[in-house]
């Protein structure tokens, strides 16, 4: 029962790779580490790509993980994209996004780190309101630095 994470930041997010043994409890512990990660790096958008050997956890394992996980880290992160980069279809991944989004939590599952990818780079662009845009002062851009013209 071990795994391993490897963080890369990106711009806007970290890019989290898990890989190891697929076991509940590795799950739980990786989540763990994860959402620590984002939080010592002031990081609140992650893409996780999980690479983990071994059966697919059951529908029960899933619902309770989701479920536990998503009320423990409500209101920690701001956009999880998620990849299982081993599962054989996508109907368990679109089961545990609608449990965690059911709970509010900000979760899409996607089938390829690209398509992830993708994702987060538009929802950030989309996490400025147009009210906020309005209220920078002439001159600024969306991140509030002035750029010369």
Not at 51 to 73: I, K, M, N, Q, Y
Not at 100 to 113: L, M, Y
């Amino acid at each position: 029962m071990r795994y391993e994470l490897t963080i890369e930041p990106k711009p806007g997010y970290l890019h989290i790779i898990v890989t190891g043994d697929n076991t509940r409890e590795n799950v739980a512990r990786y989540m763990e580490e994860v959402v620590r990660a984002c939080t010592l790096r002031r990081c609140f958008r992650v893409l996780v790509e999980e690479r983990l050997d071994g059966p697919r956890l059951g529908t029960l394992d899933v619902f309770e993980l989701v479920s536990t996980g998503a009320s423990r880290f409500l209101r920690t992160l701001t956009a999880m994209a998620f990849v299982d980069a081993n599962a054989h279809n996508q109907e368990m991944m679109q089961f545990a996004e609608n449990v965690a989004v059911n709970r509010a939590f900000p979760v899409r599952v996607f089938p390829t780190v690209l398509a992830a990818e993708r994702w987060l780079q538009a929802e950030q662009q989309q996490s400025i309101s147009p009210g906020a845009a309005a209220a920078l002062a002439p001159g600024e851009g969306k991140d509030g630095v002035k750029h010369r013209r």
